[in-house]
């Protein structure tokens, strides 16, 4: 039989916000700049493309309300598996859904989305609440994920397997823990990283007590609780983060650890309670390379370091 090399390639998509819909105070009350806050955000995205996070950024058309710049509530993607989100409590967004579907066929991705999780009404799952890590995926169990959502993502993913095991491992959450995603993910190749607080010291807990003890020892990076990041576990092991900056503590810690952390200006999408994560949305494309190799759709040498970035 004859192997057929593939490249695998991590494409970004996210919406920036349309400026008459940016409300002029956060949900708590606090002011929101509107200039600083566009102008942060196209630093974001301009920063994440020049980043080994990903491979391609696509960037939406704006909307007329807020809430599409989280534009990963719509899928998670596990491996080459793009699974939608159950619609309930998200209807009025359902166009703006559709219209993302498109950007991803048109960016060279599937032309149709795995329904398991919207094929049962007892389904709750929350897309933040799903984070890629290697040999499985950790998913929260909380006030957004049900039981029946563990339960069918460990029907269709779970291997038990001693050469190529895939674990589903269910973090249990508080009541007023925000999505998984955003405060515990994984980075470079040994590294987790989770808020030093009580939410993410239990998920680290859980999710090492599962771990098997023939598995390799994982470093764990604690950062500021409310610290953003963005980090991707994707098909290559990649040492860049993005951090908040402001968070001076967090990034000596991750640069302790080998990463490279990159910072960038959060702090008006912090007031609107929009994270780093939900702001992109990373997805694996799996390709056919006649070339017989492995490689990237960008040279590395043209990306972003530490050092290179000025410091304000």
Not at 36 to 55: A, G, W
């Amino acid at each position: 039989m004859k192997l057929t090399a593939i490249q695998r390639s991590a494409h970004a998509f996210l919406r920036p916000p349309h400026h008459r819909a940016i409300p002029s105070t956060g949900p708590n009350g606090v002011v929101v700049n509107r200039e600083m806050l566009v102008h942060q955000f196209r630093d974001f995205y301009r920063t994440l493309q020049q980043s080994t996070i990903i491979d391609k950024l696509h960037v939406m058309a704006e909307r007329s309300a807020f809430e599409s710049v989280r534009c990963s509530d719509q899928l998670a993607c596990v491996g080459s598996t793009y699974l939608s989100m159950p619609m309930v409590g998200q209807e009025q967004r359902a166009t703006e859904f559709i219209e993302t579907s498109r950007y991803v066929r048109a960016a060279g991705g599937p032309t149709s989305m795995a329904t398991y999780l919207q094929d049962s009404d007892a389904c709750r799952c929350h897309s933040g609440d799903i984070v890629t890590l290697p040999n499985g995926i950790a998913l929260g169990h909380g006030p957004r994920t049900n039981a029946a959502a563990h339960q069918t993502m460990k029907t269709l993913f779970e291997i038990k397997d001693d050469t190529s095991p895939f674990d589903v491992v269910t973090l249990e959450q508080e009541g007023d823990a925000p999505p998984l995603g955003d405060y515990f993910g994984f980075s470079g190749n040994d590294v987790l990283i989770a808020w030093k607080d009580e939410h993410g010291m239990l998920a680290v807990d859980q999710y090492l007590q599962h771990r098997s003890p023939n598995q390799p020892n994982l470093q764990t990076v604690y950062l500021e609780p409310g610290c953003h990041f963005l980090s991707f576990y994707g098909t290559d092991v990649t040492n860049d983060i993005l951090v908040q900056k402001g968070y001076e503590r967090s990034m000596d810690l991750l640069s302790a650890a080998g990463l490279n952390p990159i910072p960038v200006q959060w702090s008006e999408m912090d007031k609107m309670g929009i994270s780093m994560r939900s702001a992109v949305l990373v997805m694996k494309f799996v390709k056919s390379n006649p070339g017989g190799m492995l490689s990237r759709v960008k040279p590395r040498g043209t990306r972003w370091q530490s050092h290179q970035l000025q410091q304000s």
